[in-house]
């Protein structure tokens, strides 16, 4: 590597040491939105206020109470409330859902037809509500086959989950995290980066030197694919060790595809610095056309085949959506390259072009 | 009670262990300029950010119409005008736009905006470039513009650093026509300045080192500090005029100026003997006069006295 | 002697518009090699904009200039080489150190890593700033960072070098120590081409030139230009050039 290189280089890693604040801001950051995230998360979908009313009062429906109470997904808040309250224990945000067993439970358990168990959700957080009726299937699927070893059904589907059995949103958002502030670091850092020299007056004096173009850019990126680096492999062993995140791929590929991803936002970085003069400019893209998308439509929140069409062409643009394949696939299924090769591929097709685009883009002179 | 627009007694400010000033007593009247000299780093700009309440002194006291500056922070802010150093503009408004908006942000009555704007437009020459973006302004066009926002309202006090700082002389002289006017209507201006001409269009100046006042009193009053006589060796080539009496004099006394060197002669050599020197050394001048010195003389001199290190000595070859 | 040695800066009808307005408008010049050349004019004048197109950081609209022999529209890169630049916003990094800043910019330049190490200790030495160099250049007064900034900006031995307002908002005694530098590189046969506001300073060039809305209205040596206007100072001369062009 040419010396100037290493001049770019060190210089950058300098502006980011002697820059403290934001330099713990950006240490910190992923441990604190894992906390946030985990704790916020965790707590609400492992003890979901529930009441329960038990019109049956029979071994078998006292059996299902018991199993629901055992999982400890659920905290019963109320028990065998009148229906009429029903409305007030939403309202006040009490509980979250009601279970109610009907009279003949145990009656038609063995017969046909069944009675239906009736159970209430509070729908208006769609995702908590979806988690809660997962849930309960669940559990009662358990006790249904306890309950009924030899079915005599013609077949019934049994939902087993794979991969993330437990339902544990960790294995969800820790990936998900990882993308969205490995994003937020290389994007949002590098455009800032070199928006910044120019806004100050020292990309001048760089210009009438007779460095090349893409040393200086690609000088500048590299302090913050080590920086982004560090980030993700924090998220990554915090994940792993403090909310039991498996890893069961190859930690190899698991860091060449980190690298890759990073890469992908750098690209976009450096190529909002070209078309941007200042820095608050460069902000407002690098957020708009990164962190949301990310955030939005990558599947990180909201699940991509329950999207409007247009949205769901939109997302497979993203790179997240495609690292999100790529991490969820090594953490948790342990994905090999076979696997992935087409989202890899895809991530290095736009790398290269942003990088290219950029690079040409980029002005040696102050027109 | 003592009701002089600025009162500063024994000011002390330690940034750290670097003392930045170490008691500073010096009083500005009613109606006239105050110009603060003194070499870079000195503690000017401390000084005057204390004086418009933007800093609290370590030590010491700031009067602004008799009222301590400490405990009333609104009233005088209220009521001085303030220029910072390096002013920041809003580089995506046009020049008339900046102006409008801080004439609106003192609450200037738009009639009398476009009376300030005309007048400042006269001294800045933007008048032509009033819908130009800031951002697309020239150095010294920024550094108007700047001044100019802070003239749009006329404040009984005016604090400016360094106002002039990359503006052309005739630029320059038109401000100090503006401050006068100001003055003479009553104002009164606190001002720092590189500039040693400007110095002597003040009516009091101060001259700062080291966080010290090392000399205050009016222009003429000041050039009597320097009571050896003054010759000037008119040459045109005055560095190398000035690098061959080095060897004669001590450099504290040499100074280039830009018509010739000036030469503090305090062990009584005389014109003469001068004269000879250089011509012994086959050396170019046209005359050697004696002069009376300006306020860059007697700054040059005064700074140099109160620290040796600072005097300029024969140097070594800068290698390529 | 052909033009090109004779000459380190060769400028014809150098015409630089942004949008509709001309910034500098036509402008011929031609500077010695060795000479300290002084480039005057008004706020606004172009002064700044002539110099970034000879620095290959402004393409000209129309008109051609040779810096170093070279040739502005086609051969930016090898200008590059030969110049030292210093723009007109303090540019060197405040929240690095002086030694930082040296080593980054002898860097960038290519030079080793040895070559580095002796000339930030000559510098530091130079500038008398040995017990300094782990201070953060933010924190140096405005005199000394001008002339840390020169000589980072001398670091690779350019032959002609560009000073947009050097001095300004430094104080008397400082800017002699800076004109003291200048006088030595021009001794070592570099070519300054300087721009300044303070009029004392035009005295110590060879050549002034002064502009105006573009133009150059005068160009010749500080003597000729106060015979000319009957001055005793360039500021006189320059109060009147540029009153007469403007009334
Ligand atoms: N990017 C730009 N877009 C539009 N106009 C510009 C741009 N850059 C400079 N100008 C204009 O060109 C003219 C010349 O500017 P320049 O910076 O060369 O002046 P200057 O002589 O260096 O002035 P100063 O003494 O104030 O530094 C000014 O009117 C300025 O507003
Ligand atoms: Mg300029």
Redesign the pocket.
Known sequence: MSRTFVSIIKKEFLHIVRDYQTLIIIVLMPVMMLLLYGYAITLEMREIKIAIVDHSKTPQSRALINHITSSNFFDIKARNVPESQFEDLFQQRLVRSVLVIPQDFSRSLNSNPQTPVQLLIDASDPNAANYILKYLSQIVTEFEIEQNPRLHFPFRVVPRLLYNPDLKSEYFFVPGLIAVIILLISALLTSLAIVREKERGTFEQILVSPVHAYQIVVGKVIPYIALGFVDSVIILVFGHFWFKVPVEGSILLLLGSLILYLLTGLSFGLFVSTITESQRVAMIVTLLMTILPTIMLSGFIFPIPSMPVIFQYISQIIPATHFLKIIRGILLKGSGLADLKNQLFYLVLLASFLIAVSIRKFKTTLE | MNTKPLVVENLKKSFGKVSALRGVDLSVDRGEIFGLIGPDGAGKTTFIRIVVSLLNADEGAVYFQGKPVRENIAYVRSRIGYMPQRFSLYPDLTVEENLRFFGDLFGVPLKIQKERMERLYRFSRLGA?KD?RAD??????KQKLALSCMLMHEPEVIVMDEPTY?V?PVSRSELWEILRTLTDEGRTILVSTAYMDEAQLCDRVGLIFKGEVLAQGKPDSLLNLITDPLYMVKTPQPHRVYFELLKHFEAVDCNIFGNGVHVIDRHSVGAEQIAKILKQSNFDFDEITPIRPGIEDVFLKLIRTANPSAKPEQRGELSA | MNANEKYAVVAKDLTRK??A?T?VDHVSFSVSRGEIFGFL?A????????IRMMCGLLLPTSGSALVAGFDVFTQAEQIKQHIGYMS?RFSLYEDLTVLENIEFYGGIYGLSRKQIRRKSRELLAYLKLEDRANTVTAELPLGLKQRMALSTALLHDPEIIFLD?PTSGVDPDSRRQFWLLIYELAARGKTVFV?T?FMDEAEYCQRVSI?QEGRIIELDSPQNLKEKYKSESMQSVFLKAIGEESS
């Open positions: 470039f130009r697309a302004l020239s150095g010294g066009m990359g052309d | 942004f949008g307005f910034a004019g706020n606004g004048a172009g002064k700044t904009t002539t007109q307002e721009t506001h502009m």
